[in-house]
């Protein structure tokens, strides 16, 4: 008994040894972070005054230049805005109405869908139903549509549990389970061959063109009250042209209460007209998208890196306060304190606010192609910073609180990881899960073999990303508070080791 105990004894130093806590440091990070927090105040003038941020619109770069302003005054170094790829033309909604004035009144719920065209004008609609699915549906609405508005998609399914049921916080119970088995992945069953005769959505759409329709109705949202608005089908593989989106109709995504308000009325084939008017600014050059960065320089190892971030550009139907609003908030607010408490890392720290994240984690994906390379991948290889690299820390699943952290399958740095969360067990931070999970800016760093990392956070109330519901008011404040606090201690511990964060073997 006494020989095992001296033994976990022994093992326990060693994992404080080689990843000790700086006790001292940690202190004046969570004094600063919790007693002089200016999170809320960060992410009240993102979500309310700078607003939603479309990848290369407008409403972004003014974004963009507020963030250069944030980082001087916060008292970063190297600050820039980095251009990463050919991103098409800027696209800014900049006024939308809706109404439905026959058989009944009624201010309808919606948003035009990205890099698609306004319409001329204030237009009174006759609505009509579609139900297109195959190549010979199309026939049946042939030369009927001239001038209309169309109900595209069927009536859409309420998600009632969502409403009733709300979103929990995770239990203890949940999180062991968590740090023990890894996260379900749902089976890929082999494909059939896709059936010739259906009808896919730019197919129908151009359909809808030729045919004389003047705007598309749709919705795919099953969140009450919620437009969950995307990009037009296409602008990716067109690379958001500007003749192709003046060339679609206007396309737009309505709340499904009052879309299929408007499906039920079809189906009794009562009449309906709508009011719309929908203007967008299209810009007339193609144009780089971009990245913001900033640093807090190193000592002896300036030459190392150690990076965090989160996206900055959010679909455009709302500030997008969750997604991610609150991360890169976050990741501002944790560089504010390392600077505020006058750490004096050996690595450089560096903060990234990444754009077109939405569109296929296209900003992080660049960065580190340009940056690091990827000796996997022979067209890119390894880049000079390679090896200068350390860890990245990302924030991109909501505004809820760490509950602890994910190894994305580095098992090498499951010792750092218990050592660097001793700190926050107050705060409830206290698992270690080992899986990877995806779907992040972290990922171009993983596929490229550089340890990068998401943090495992509680789910929260608020009506998620990608709508128009998501502001300012829905996310908790103390648990973005928290998240900083951790960040910033994660990052500074790893930036003050001997060796870099360690990767994985394969
Ligand atoms: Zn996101």
């Given at each position: 008994?006494?020989?095992?105990?001296?033994?976990?004894?022994?093992?326990?130093?060693?994992?404080?040894?080689?990843?000790?806590?700086?006790?001292?440091?940690?202190?004046?990070?969570?004094?600063?972070?919790?007693?002089?927090?200016?999170?809320?105040?960060?992410?009240?003038?993102?979500?309310?005054?700078?607003?939603?941020?479309?990848?290369?619109?407008?409403?972004?770069?003014?974004?963009?230049?507020?963030?250069?302003?944030?980082?001087?005054?916060?008292?970063?170094?190297?600050?820039?805005?980095?251009?990463?790829?050919?991103?098409?033309?800027?696209?800014?909604?900049?006024?939308?109405?809706?109404?439905?004035?026959?058989?009944?009144?009624?201010?309808?719920?919606?948003?035009?869908?990205?890099?698609?065209?306004?319409?001329?004008?204030?237009?009174?609609?006759?609505?009509?139903?579609?139900?297109?699915?195959?190549?010979?549906?199309?026939?049946?609405?042939?030369?009927?549509?001239?001038?209309?508005?169309?109900?595209?998609?069927?009536?859409?399914?309420?998600?009632?549990?969502?409403?009733?049921?709300?979103?929990?916080?995770?239990?203890?119970?949940?999180?062991?389970?968590?740090?023990?088995?890894?996260?379900?992945?749902?089976?890929?069953?082999?494909?059939?061959?896709?059936?010739?005769?259906?009808?896919?959505?730019?197919?129908?759409?151009?359909?809808?063109?030729?045919?004389?329709?003047?705007v598309?109705?749709?919705?795919?949202?099953g969140?009450?009250?919620?437009?969950?608005?995307?990009?037009?089908?296409?602008?990716?593989?067109?690379?958001?042209?500007?003749?192709?989106?003046?060339?679609h109709?206007?396309?737009?995504?309505?709340?499904?209460?009052?879309?299929?308000?408007?499906?039920?009325?079809?189906?009794?084939?009562?009449p309906?007209?709508?009011?719309?008017?929908?203007?967008?600014k299209?810009?007339r050059?193609r144009?780089?998208?971009?990245?913001?960065?900033g640093?807090?320089?190193?000592?002896?190892?300036?030459?190392?890196?150690?990076?965090?971030?989160?996206?900055?550009d959010?679909?455009?139907?709302?500030?997008?306060?969750?997604?991610?609003?609150?991360?890169?908030?976050?990741?501002?607010?944790?560089?504010?304190?390392?600077?505020?408490?006058?750490?004096?890392?050996?690595?450089?720290?560096?903060?990234?606010?990444?754009?077109?994240?939405?569109?296929g984690?296209h900003?992080?994906?660049?960065?580190?192609?340009?940056h690091?390379?990827?000796?996997?991948?022979?067209?890119?290889?390894?880049?000079?910073?390679?090896?200068?690299?350390s860890?990245?820390?990302?924030?991109?699943?909501?505004?809820?609180?760490?509950?602890?952290?994910?190894?994305?399958?580095?098992?090498?740095?499951?010792?750092?990881?218990?050592?660097?969360?001793?700190?926050?067990?107050?705060?409830?931070?206290?698992?270690?899960?080992?899986?990877?999970?995806?779907?992040?800016?972290?990922?171009?760093?993983?596929?490229?073999?550089?340890?990068?990392?998401?943090?495992?956070?509680?789910?929260?109330?608020?009506?998620?990303?990608?709508?128009?519901?998501?502001?300012?008011?829905?996310?908790?404040?103390?648990?973005?508070?928290?998240?900083?606090?951790?960040?910033?201690?994660?990052?500074?511990?790893?930036?003050?080791l001997?060796?870099?964060?360690?990767?994985?073997?394969?």
């Amino acid at each position: 008994m006494k020989k095992l105990s001296f033994i976990f004894c022994t093992l326990w130093l060693n994992a404080q040894e080689s990843y000790p806590v700086e006790w001292d440091v940690v202190a004046n990070i969570r004094e600063e972070g919790f007693q002089r927090s200016e999170i809320a105040n960060t992410l009240s003038y993102m979500t309310d005054v700078l607003g939603a941020r479309l990848t290369n619109s407008e409403d972004m770069r003014r974004a963009q230049d507020w963030a250069v302003k944030e980082m001087q005054r916060i008292g970063l170094n190297n600050i820039e805005i980095e251009p990463f790829m050919d991103y098409g033309v800027s696209w800014d909604n900049t006024f939308f109405s809706l109404h439905m004035i026959e058989p009944d009144y009624q201010t309808m719920v919606g948003y035009p869908i990205a890099h698609t065209p306004g319409i001329n004008g204030r237009q009174k609609l006759e609505v009509v139903r579609i139900d297109i699915k195959t190549k010979a549906d199309l026939d049946k609405y042939r030369g009927q549509l001239r001038g209309k508005a169309v109900l595209a998609s069927p009536q859409v399914p309420i998600d009632q549990n969502r409403y009733r049921d709300g979103v929990k916080r995770y239990t203890e119970e949940q999180l062991k389970d968590i740090s023990e088995k890894p996260l379900p992945k749902s089976p890929r069953g082999p494909r059939g061959p896709a059936n010739p005769e259906l009808v896919g959505s730019e197919e129908r759409n151009a359909f809808f063109k030729a045919e004389g329709v003047e705007v598309i109705l749709e919705s795919r949202s099953g969140w009450i009250a919620a437009v969950r608005g995307f990009a037009r089908p296409g602008a990716k593989k067109d690379k958001w042209d500007r003749k192709e989106t003046l060339d679609h109709l206007p396309l737009v995504a309505v709340t499904p209460e009052h879309y299929n308000r408007m499906v039920r009325i079809a189906e009794r084939n009562i009449p309906i007209k709508i009011d719309i008017e929908i203007q967008t600014k299209i810009g007339r050059k193609r144009r780089q998208a971009r990245n913001v960065l900033g640093e807090i320089e190193g000592a002896d190892l300036k030459d190392q890196v150690v990076m965090l971030g989160a996206h900055f550009d959010t679909w455009h139907a709302s500030p997008n306060a969750s997604d991610n609003t609150s991360g890169v908030a976050v990741m501002l607010e944790a560089m504010r304190i390392l600077k505020a408490v006058g750490v004096k890392p050996r690595r450089t720290i560096r903060i990234a606010l990444w754009s077109g994240e939405e569109q296929g984690i296209h900003g992080s994906r660049e960065y580190v192609n340009k940056h690091f390379g990827n000796p996997t991948n022979p067209n890119v290889g390894k880049k000079g910073g390679y090896d200068r690299y350390s860890a990245y820390f990302n924030q991109d699943y909501g505004p809820g609180q760490y509950r602890g952290i994910y190894l994305q399958d580095n098992e090498h740095v499951r010792q750092a990881f218990t050592s660097w969360i001793r700190p926050f067990k107050d705060l409830k931070m206290t698992t270690i899960a080992a899986q990877s999970v995806g779907s992040t800016d972290h990922i171009p760093f993983d596929r490229a073999g550089l340890p990068a990392f998401q943090f495992l956070q509680d789910r929260v109330g608020g009506t998620g990303g990608h709508t128009n519901l998501d502001f300012y008011d829905t996310i908790p404040i103390e648990d973005i508070q928290k998240n900083a606090v951790i960040v910033a201690s994660f990052v500074y511990h790893t930036a003050m080791l001997e060796e870099r964060l360690p990767r994985k073997e394969k």
